[in-house]
């Protein structure tokens, strides 16, 4: 099974990812849990490109395939060989914060993105993305930290971000579910182990 977490930054991923994993742990499962981009040498190098503030300006297009080529190696690196010996995969973010990064807020073709991104992924998806939505002020107040690159876009790009998450929510409802993640952290990770269950209860029924 494949599960991936998805949502602006301020929803709390990191924390309902952890916490995730744990509670799939404990019902049996093996767990591998990685981050998009991230979690292989060249993901790291990558991510470390796109999020410093400090680099060199990123064209849109540029900054979309240096995503894409992180996923690509996360997908052959980690994700593919975990899956195929029945790992349970656990991942923050992965193609849909493309789509929505790179294409609804940054005004790149969203159906060539979800195109190019097939061909990064070899075709391996989530059976389920869990989206995280909260209002933009809640997510703004919960960063207290430096903003990375990627989070100094300004509140328009914000917007367009939520905005873009729920209207690709809309577009797969049978892929991704949109969580409150205005709640408290254990009503989240409640709502998130509802939704894996009624995926998986659906895919065994269809088996």
């Not at 690196?77 to 807020?105: M, W």
Request: hydrophobic share 45%.
């Amino acid at each position: 099974m494949f599960l991936t977490l998805d949502g602006i930054d301020g929803t709390g991923k990191s924390t309902q990812l952890g916490l995730l994993a744990d509670w799939l742990r404990s019902a049996g499962h093996e767990v591998v849990a990685c981050r998009d981009p991230g979690s292989t040498p060249l993901g790291e190098a990558i991510r470390q490109i796109l999020l410093d503030s400090r680099q060199a300006p990123i064209a849109r297009t540029s900054e979309m395939l240096l995503y894409m080529a992180a996923r690509a190696q996360l997908v052959a690196e980690v994700i593919s060989p975990a899956l195929a010996t029945g790992k349970t995969v656990v991942c923050d973010r992965f193609l849909l914060a493309n789509v929505v990064y790179q294409g609804h807020a940054g005004g790149l073709d969203v159906e060539n993105l979800w195109q190019i991104g097939r061909v990064a992924t070899a075709g391996v998806e989530p059976d389920l993305t869990l989206l995280l939505d909260v209002p933009l002020e809640i997510a703004a107040a919960r960063m207290n930290r430096p903003l990375d690159r990627m989070e100094q876009q300004g509140d328009t790009y914000r917007v367009r971000l939520r905005e873009g998450f729920l209207s690709e929510a809309a577009r797969r409802p049978e892929r991704i579910a949109v969580i409150d993640a205005a709640q408290t952290v254990d009503a989240v990770h409640a709502d998130i182990r509802a939704a894996i269950s009624h995926t998986l209860n659906a895919q065994q029924a269809s088996h």
